[in-house]
């Protein structure tokens, strides 16, 4: 448990005494700023996101849809809405207002 937590800005989480602990923003709406705001291909915000941070802690078997990795994933539209979250193989969300 981190104790008190604090909401700055209505999008950073601290302790008491400053420490960042993250954000309360959505991923999706991140990837999306990366895209509009830093003007990433969507390649680059696919490797930035899902890819890097599994090479980064030693993951090997996710981070990128590929034979022989696990097939956890959320599949997303051009504005990274998601569509669906798929774990194990099983949609486990799908967005209600979804034409897919």
Do not use: Q
Not at 12 to 41: C, F, H, Y
Not at 62 to 89: A, P, Q, W
């Amino acid at each position: 448990h981190f104790g008190p937590v604090i909401v700055k800005n209505n999008f950073i989480k601290t302790k008491k005494e400053g420490l960042i602990l993250g954000g309360i923003i959505p991923w999706n709406m991140i990837m999306k700023r990366a895209r509009d705001v830093v003007g990433l291909s969507f390649e680059e915000v696919a490797r930035l996101y899902a890819e890097n941070p599994c090479r980064c802690l030693g993951i090997h078997d996710r981070g990128k849809i590929e034979i022989g990795r696990k097939s956890d994933f959320c599949l997303m539209d051009h504005d990274y809405n998601v569509l669906y979250t798929i774990i194990d193989g099983r949609i486990v969300y799908e967005n209600p207002h979804s034409s897919v």
